[in-house]
């Protein structure tokens, strides 16, 4: 199936495996538990990205860059609970995310502080990476237009943070220690996600 992942695709994201086609018409299904999924994954993202910044204060240009995202990130929230209210839904309650679970399996157990940065890092490029390329399949699947527009919005902001993601990475860590890893990451990604059961009420 990786094979009918576009060139652009894959050169932007770096992902090997497509979302199975089938996602996006369970997701339209249940949109109620995909919205309440998707608020839940732009919350964690700015909560993950005040822990960065705490856990790293030293990284001046890491504390400059997330500082933004922060409120960027919360301002995705507010879109989707807005968008959850306008349409008369509910915002659940937030499950056990199984996709980011099953990355943090594969981060370095013990290591040095560089180590745990590193897939610190690419831990938050793999899940900007993925959200964004599941928005671009929201974008172009779903029937109603306003939604497609809704999700291209986001599609464009994660491909950008996830760019920054590398970027930091290679900022602060050897450039070829950083790629070597990131195959890594992308080999298990694509295994976790060609194991995983399509479920349409999850972002991921
Ligand atoms: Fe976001
Ligand atoms: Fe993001």
């Known amino acids: 199936m990786e094979d009918n992942l576009s060139q652009h695709t894959k050169n932007i994201l770096g ?92 981060q370095i157990k013990g290591g040095g502080h560089e180590d745990r940065f590193l897939d610190q890092m690419l831990i938050m490029a793999l899940i900007e990476a993925r959200s964004c390329e599941r928005f671009k399949r929201l974008s172009e699947g779903l029937d109603d237009e306003n939604m497609r527009k809704f999700y291209r ?26 790629r070597n890893r990131w195959a890594e990451w992308l080999k298990y990604e694509k295994e976790l996600m060609n194991s995983a059961e399509v479920r349409g009420d999850r972002i991921h």
């Open 15 to 106: 992902l090997q495996l497509q979302t199975d086609p089938r996602w996006v018409n369970l997701a339209e299904m249940q949109l109620e538990d995909i919205l309440t999924d998707h608020a839940y994954c732009e919350q964690k993202a700015a909560t993950t990205c005040i822990s960065l910044i705490q856990k790293n204060p030293e990284k001046t240009l890491l504390v400059e860059e997330l500082s933004p995202l922060v409120t960027e990130e919360w301002g995705h929230f507010r879109m989707v609970l807005a968008e959850i209210n306008k349409r008369k839904l509910q915002l659940g309650r937030q499950r056990k995310d199984i996709y980011v679970n099953k990355l943090l399996d594969f």
């Open 153 to 178: 919005l986001f599609m464009e902001s994660e491909a950008g943070h996830y760019t920054l993601f590398i970027t930091l990475a290679e900022y602060y860590i050897d450039k070829k220690i950083v």
